[in-house]
């Protein structure tokens, strides 16, 4: 789910930054440092403005000053729960991986319809019924997740297509 | 004969009654019986199966018909009787049993069509036979006439096909039986057809579903079997009026074998004159060995009942049991019930220890077939287990069978667990092999015992068993689970997860897990264990009708519930232990999680599972960690791809596998920050960048270690070593950067390098705009010298100075007698003034211009430095660095040369960007001329090296000595352009001589040249205030004095005087008067 979120970064520039321009540096660099990064709870996707910039603090003993930099950013954290769309990256055996923009899904074959079964000898292999479902790499999913898994640079969940609507779109 | 020949013919003529209903034939047995409507209800299927028996019957018959009617007595009466019927039948129609017949046929034709059809065929056939239908108007009265002998060989046929199509004549009711039917009776076939429909229905249910319905009205539930008379236990007890108990002792072991005994003994006797006088007998096995109880009246009874029995000694002492210790007797304790499939462990023998698997329990509940994987050496050990295999030696059986029991197993001797394998056994031990059944090739006899399947099936008693707290591991348990014929495994876990039950880990749960009771009256309830002591787990209910209570609930119908997403940990015996996942499926108290590390699906039980945080991939417990980096040997690293308990799997640098124990490891190796290495585009490459292989499978990876050349990267996609991959540096190349550092280029952001003056110096050291070092020309003047050795291995040795490059040299040293290469830099030369030892730069460069003049420098420079900085600074900011003054030096003699006068414009207007501009440009077209002339003057004298060489020797200042050095020397630099280099030039290119120059021909151009010099300074002044007083403020240090006339200077000429005297007051700066000097001067006079 997506959400306006205010946060808070401590930036340290170096000296050489100190000048009429030092918001600007300060704004870029929360930018570089933060959007597409994530959290292990959330993913920033945007910055939306760095609202309050505070004064810059030298740290003793290097001439690093420190801003305290609020700001406010679309964030994304996904939900144990929650239906999402997702683009199939690999299949194996033991089920899908699918992407749900920065997130990994997986899809295990227990969560797979049953009448959705394993083709290894299909080229690329896929998951089918037979039918109109084909899951295969770059096949768009419906996906409800049912567990999610932080690390701390990244997220993971695991998804289920094993209920009405989910599934190939 | 003939007559047999005769009604035989009559036979034919009237076959076609049994057309019309086969089965009279057993008419009459009904009759016998009494039939009865139930019977009637019941008579389709007799029916049926009469029919086809008689079918076959009259076969038989018919083929003996052809030739020998004699043969068939039986017949020929029936045929008799039913031919004299058959015309009365057609006669007496009207009697009232007859409407019965006709409604039943009737009704039986309303209903079948098809068969109507049929039936009318035949009908037909008969008429034209020139047969008149008889069927319709049968006397009932035929009841007593066997009809169902009319058989001949046409209606075979008829029969069989009527048999093959849907029983036409089932639904009929045959006269006979409706002359049974009491008055009134149902006779239609309406509850045939419905029993038929019943029973069709039954047989489209599946069995399943049958044998559940029968179960459902059948079946006894227990429950209500067992307690079906409640009578208060205490009325039960024994009590004085009872029988007593007496203890008689026996033989030990043989305690239920007296017990048969006597009950032998009492069945034999019971219905004699002198029956036993005992009321029961019975065993207490092991708890009281060597006794068994009598129940009897008198003592003496116990006496003749156990008289002449083996084993049991009635004439030693007899124990009273005391009333109240008789309920204790009876006592039941619960005896273990196994089942088939579960799983125990054998108390002794060659298989002490081993888990076996039930095959079957024998029903006297003594004993149980089991499944052992053998432990078979075939015959290798022959020699030393020789008495073993023997069995037809007594003594050699009696041998082994102490070993046995005593459980002495010696676990050299006692051969591996492995199947039964038949090939193994006929090398050696043909003889004793026997193949069981030549359908089934794996059920043998081998000495004796039989092996199914590869297994060990045998007898054991219960004794001899462990059953309580097996505790299979799966490591155990999948030895039993002979792979199927695909290879897959087909565990048991349901018999397995009985046994693991009866362990009662009561650690298994803690407070805090998610339990569900699945067993008892409590089934269903959920709720969070709060605490638990022993096997009780007090559970506080979350949801349901007892929510918010706290219920006590035995560990046994306990199970941990999970539910579809949970992130837990394996934390029981199984070998999935401490795997972390995420649960995928649960399936009763299985439950399938996806580890987290390995990216596969294990199947564990839930009691073996613990919700885990949500966080953290938890690896191992110990020193190393999953990702590690690990040195293995002095030349291999490996990357930590899995731990276990015991060891770890280590991915190495050359991309193989290997399985170490953790003191097989030297060290982890930290992971570096800041490790760089390079693909093959050159970009640069750190952690947690993006790479991909090039060559190859072209596998993408997150970089989580840099070793040499060798990149471990990580890609979650890939399963086999959880992941990891090992790759050379110059074979990936770059997919994203973290942070962006590729593409970053230099679009966006600031880039520090450029912006920061501090490190634009110090980067300037690499950097294209990096001075080049000093250069001496000729003959380098360390050669030769005698030196020390300040530094490194050497250090403190005395040499000589054989031969130099640019850095090093080759000295030869004193001591050893070698001659060694060292760097210049740690050589300490001996000042050949002072005697000091000075480093090569000193002496090389600073030789010249005279050593002792340096400390007054020193002196004056830090004063200087800050103010040298600043004021060059806006030069540099506007004209860009120091180049301008290059340029200016340089470019000079061109302008000046090209056109002096239309230069000088174009240099005021650059006043307004440029600090010193304006000094030039204020100074008017004198100052730039002798400037610009100066410079050239100077060029002219020393040749076109000398530009090279100002920002060289300025350098060489400023980089090795001392900032205050650099500094001093670029004053100069800032201040006066090109002025300054010639000084050098002159320095090194004159030595020592030049220091009278300067004072002769100099202080002459100084007065001169120095006006001009600081004329522009003012002019700075007027423009830009810092610049000039920076200058001033340089100068300062020369002395107070130049100041005031700097001051005064501003107007006109004076200066000249001042500058002279702080040249002449401080010996180093006449030195830089002189450096910086002659070039003016030299310029300055030549305009």
Known sequence: MFFLYELERVISLHPSFFGPRVKEYLTNRLLEDVEGTCTGQYYIICVMDAYDISEGRVIPGSAVAEYTVHYRAVVWRPFKGETVDAIVSSVNRMGVFADVGPLPVFVSYHLIPSDIKWDPNATPPQYTDNGDQVIEKGTHLRIKLMGTRSDVGNMFAIGSIKEDFLGTL | MTSAALLDQDFGSESEDDNFNPAPAD??????AGESDNEVTERPRTNGSEQTRRSTRDEGRNEDDQGDTSARPKEQHSNGRSGGIGGAAEDDDAVGEDDDDIKANGAGEDDEDDEEDEEDEDDEDEEVSGRPRKRARRDPRNQFLDVEAEVDEEDEGDEEDDEGQADPFIADTHPDDLADLPVGAETDDRRHRELDRQRELDQQLDAEKQAQRLKERYGRSRTTATDAVVVPKRLLLPSVEDPSIWGVRCKPGKEREVVFAIMKRVEERVMTRNPLPIISAFERGGTMMGYVYVEARK?????????????????????LVAIKEMPDLLRVTKSQQLQPGGYV?????????????????????LEASLRIVPRLDYGLNEDTNAPMIDNGVKGDAQKRKRQGGLGLVNPAARPPQRLFSDVEAKKKHSKYLQAMSTFDKKHWTYLGETYINGFLIKDFKFQYLITENVNPTLEEVTKFTAGAEDGTENLDLTALAASLKNSTASDSYLPGDMVEVYEGEQQGVCGKAVSVRGDIVTVSVTDGELRGQSIEVPVKGLRKRFSEGDHVKVIGGSRFRDEVGMVVRIKDDRVTILSDLSMQEITVFSKDLREASDSGVAGGLGLYDIHDLVQLDPATVGCVTKVDRESLRVLDQNGSIRSVIPSQISNKIERRRHAVATDRNGSEIRYDDTVREVGGEQKQGVIIH??????????????????????????VATVAAKGGRVTQ?????????????????????????????????GRDRAVGQTVTIRRGPYKGLLGIVKDTTDSEARVELHTKGRTITVAKDTLGFKDPLTGQSIDYQRFAGGRGRGGGGRGGFGGATPSRVPEWSGGRTPTAAAAGGRTPGWGAASRTPAWSGGAQSGRTPTWKQDTMSGGRTPAYGADGGRTVNPYADGNRTAYGGAGGRTPAWDPGARTSYGNPSSDAFSAGSKTPYGDFGGSKTPAYNSDTTFGGSRTPAYTSSYNDSWASNNRPYDAPTPGKDLNTAPTPSNGYTAATPAGAAPTPKFSGYGADAPTPGGAPTPYSGQPETPAWGGDDGPRYEDGTPSP
């Open chain 2, 706 to 731: 840099i070793y040499r050349s060798f990149l471990f990267l990580h890609n979650r996609e890939q399963t086999e070593n959880s992941g990891i991959f090992v790759v050379r540096a110059t074979n």
């Open chain 2, 345 to 365: 462990r054998l108390k002794r023998g060659k298989y002490a220890g081993d888990l076996a698997q039930i095959d079957d329990v024998e029903t006297n509940g």
């Open chain 2, 27 to 32: 008419d009459s047995d009904n009759d016998a």
């Open chain 2, 745 to 777: 280029g230099g679009s966006n952001g600031p880039d520090l390098t450029k912006m920061n003056p501090a490190m634009q110096r110090n980067g300037g050291a690499n950097g294209n705009s990096a001075m080049p070092p000093p250069k001496s020309f």
């Open chain 2, 299 to 319: 003592q003496a009874d116990i006496f003749t009942a156990l008289d002449g029995l083996s084993n049991v000694y009635p004439r030693t002492k007899i124990v």
